[in-house]
């Protein structure tokens, strides 16, 4: 009897959520939104709805995720089965997820850059960003490198001119804040 890989795939990243959403309440974060309302949709970066609902702009450096991860599994030995691929990738996610809420990163983000109020994603928003770096994935492995390179630009471009945030700015700020970057970050969202 032979097991099919994608039922496997789907049990791997169905624990890995419930993983990370038992490690998110563990640690304190709330369900949703502490406003009392639910959204699908958050778009302004500076609000306190910002990571609280199920997606926002932020959920498309997230898709970038799986863009990147989905060229770095690729370079895995042939015999790597895709759907393999797949449940690593949101096995790193949700890994990523329950680090990004840690008071040592919100902590980090709250002093590196402009997200001066942030006190980490609620579960809804954490998960939102696993599906879309998920989505970001599936994407890759059928555009291939070319149009994932230039889907990655593109949108690292328009967050840049949208949000004056990107996937990029925001490693680079985690990592080494330039406060020439936080003060044009800054300027644009007040």
């Known amino acids: 009897m032979k097991t099919d890989p994608r039922g496997i795939r789907l049990a791997v990243c169905t624990l890995a959520v419930i993983v990370q959403t038992l490690a998110l309440r563990i640690a304190g974060q709330p369900w949703s939104c502490q406003c009392g309302s639910w959204s699908i949709w958050s778009g302004n ?78 579960v809804i928003n954490s998960i939102g960003d696993v599906v879309a770096c998920m989505a970001g994935f599936l994407l890759a492995e059928r555009l291939r490198f070319k149009c994932s390179l230039l889907l990655f630009a593109v949108t690292e471009l328009m967050l840049l001119a949208w949000i004056r945030d990107c996937l990029t700015l925001n490693v680079l700020m985690l990592v080494s804040p330039i406060e020439a970057i936080r003060d044009w970050q800054a300027s644009g969202l007040q």
Do not use: K
């Not at 500076?46 to 770095?72: C, I, K, M, W």
């Not at 949700?94 to 002093?111: C, D, F, G, K, Q």
């Open 45 to 122: 970066v500076v609000s306190s709805h910002n990571s609280q609902h199920l997606l926002d702009p932020y959920a498309l450096t997230h898709l970038l995720h799986g863009v990147v991860l989905a060229g770095l599994l690729w370079l895995l030995p042939a015999r790597c089965n895709p759907s393999w691929r797949f449940a690593l990738a949101c096995l790193v996610e949700t890994a990523w997820e329950v680090l990004e809420n840690s008071p040592m990163i919100i902590e980090r983000y709250r002093t590196a850059t402009i997200s001066t109020d942030y006190y980490g994603d609620s």
